[in-house]
């Protein structure tokens, strides 16, 4: 009777988790408001006038050439409008949903509650999982991996290895990352397989990873070489700068979500340890297998990701984590389906989702409201002030890309350093801007002559002033300063430049309102302000 109530309110929790998740997902794509600078970068470079133009530049936004591809045929099928655009998120967004349903179709059994509650509730795929960025696809495709090759453990059947092999393929053409948690997974596949002498299996799995890492040697050259420019980006990558984006991408409010996977985990561990003592001799083949693949999944990946970020060396955000967290939370929710003959796992479990239903909801309910920019604002702004004799400054150069995008008036812009292409994230051009003892030279001589002829000069993103009777010493030519290759000390270096001018030349400034009702997302609040007048 227990088991039967448990059975009733697991999938009911679990139906009402998913309801709530296509409201969240519906309420995101609802206030997002304008695309930030990676978006609009993927936009950008899939706009390309031919394909070739993208073929020849889709390593500067991190991601294989088929993602840009496929925005480039959504674009030509829907448009490119904002609204459309969060349609796309929105409908990644129903393909997670999708796939933790078709994983526990496959191997799990009961309900995904544990995969819908850390995934479907988690801002980071909310928010950023739903951007016009390759995580968020790129981790429905390497969650549908982790599933269909946990089912040929069981079942090696014609069409679930030709589904594990469209699924592995597509994985890895649309997030570079995904190679490595692929690798991972068929490693823990093969274990499992040779473990059982099923030979046949451990041969198809790793064919299957051998076939995929081959699909992915011609993107290796382009990579290679955009690596030498995004050496400004490279940082010392330790254990503690690995697990602390780690611990963000768990989701708001991070506390609670911490706790939420720590109680987790150790309730699964105590009960695995348990269930090895108690029940060692009947040990079911099915359920051990699942617990053996999901516990080695977890271990690997980690290893395997952390090893793959030491060795590309660049500064992470939580959303680089994104498919990581879907491997881990796949692995979870297969490691507690696997012990679901324990009452006590259950209730534990469900405890914990719903917790998590009534929490997070309500916690997250302000970021999921939160405009993702607000350039496209004061763009806006601009086109209906701006004169054509003024000349906009946008700093840093960074912004520069959104700007792009949605700045359609007749005023000159620049940003700072100066660059000659905004359409996608041009690292070459900002490490020649390093390497050069005037950066900004060019941008000083047009800021002046602007001011001299009595023209307005509009500064997006403002500029960073000095205390008085201070100056700022610049910085000499990458990689021989203090800072080395370091892009983030010039560009603070290049913004107190520039206000350090302002300061010495502009006889007036002001402050220009960019209103809006909505609270904008940090990573792209941006103010204006205009400056005019010359004094010698």
């Not at 041969?203 to 050496?231: D, G, H, Q, R």
Request: glycine content about 6%; some cysteine; hydrophobic content about 55%.
């Amino acid at each position: 009777m227990k088991s039967q109530a448990l059975n009733f309110a697991e999938w009911i929790t679990a139906i009402l988790l998913t309801v709530v998740v296509i409201v969240l997902l519906f309420v995101r794509a609802e206030y997002a408001g304008g695309l930030w600078r990676d978006e609009c970068a993927s936009v950008q470079l899939a706009e390309m006038p031919r394909i070739a133009d993208v073929f020849q530049n889709f390593q500067r936004e991190s991601f294989p050439a088929p993602f840009p591809l496929i925005i480039r045929a959504y674009g030509a099928m829907f448009g490119t409008s904002d609204a459309a655009l969060r349609a796309f998120g929105f409908t990644v967004g129903l393909l997670l949903l999708a796939a933790v349903w078709t994983n526990a179709l496959l191997v799990t059994g009961p309900p995904p509650l544990l995969a819908l509650a850390l995934l479907g509730l988690n801002t980071t795929f909310l928010i950023s999982g739903t951007t016009m960025r390759g995580y968020g696809i790129g981790s429905v495709t390497i969650l549908l991996v982790f599933g269909l090759v946990g089912r040929m453990l069981r079942h090696l059947t014609l069409s679930g290895v030709l589904a594990a092999f469209c699924a592995s393929l597509l994985s890895v053409q649309l997030l570079l990352y995904n190679s490595v948690l692929l690798a991972a997974i068929a490693l823990a596949a093969i274990i499992v397989s040779v473990m059982h002498r099923q030979l046949r299996a451990a041969l198809t799995i790793a064919a299957i990873s051998l076939v995929c890492a081959m699909s992915i040697l011609p993107y290796l050259s382009p990579f290679w070489n955009e690596s030498k420019s995004t050496i400004v980006l490279r940082s010392q990558v330790t254990l503690g700068w690995f697990w602390r984006p780690l611990g963000m991408a768990f989701g708001h409010p991070i506390q609670f979500t911490l706790a939420l996977w720590g109680a987790l985990l150790m309730t699964i561990l105590a009960a695995i340890i348990a269930r090895s003592f108690i029940i060692r001799p009947e040990k079911p083949a099915a359920p051990w297998d699942n617990l053996l693949f999901a516990s080695l999944v977890v271990v690997i990946s980690v290893i395997f990701y952390f090893a793959f970020l030491k060795i590309i060396g660049y500064l992470t955000r939580e959303w680089h984590y994104l498919a990581l967290l879907s491997v881990l939370a796949g692995s979870v929710d297969l490691l507690a389906a696997s012990l679901c003959s324990i009452n006590l796992v259950r209730t534990v479990r469900l405890s914990l989702v719903i917790a998590a239903l009534i929490v997070m909801p309500i916690a997250n309910w302000p970021k999921l409201k939160q405009r993702q920019t607000n350039v496209d604002l004061v763009a806006q702004k601009l086109e209906h002030l701006a004169q054509p004799s003024d000349l906009i400054v946008v700093n840093p150069w960074t912004i520069g890309v959104t700007f792009n995008r949605y700045y359609h008036g007749g005023t000159r812009w620049v940003t700072v350093p100066t660059m000659s292409d905004h359409r996608v994230h041009r690292f070459d051009l900002l490490k020649e801007k390093m390497m050069s003892p005037y950066p900004l030279a060019d941008l000083g001589d047009i800021v002046g002559s602007t001011l001299r002829a009595g023209h307005r000069v509009w500064l997006v993103g403002g500029i960073t002033l000095s205390q008085p009777h201070e100056t700022t010493v610049p910085l000499a030519p990458a990689p021989n300063s203090a800072f080395g290759w370091n892009c983030d000390a010039y560009a603070t270096v290049w913004s107190s430049q520039l206000g350090d001018f302002i300061q010495a030349h502009a006889a007036r400034g002001e402050p220009i309102p960019v209103t809006t009702n909505m609270v904008v997302n940090e990573v792209e609040d941006e103010p204006l302000v205009a400056v005019e007048g010359w004094r010698q």
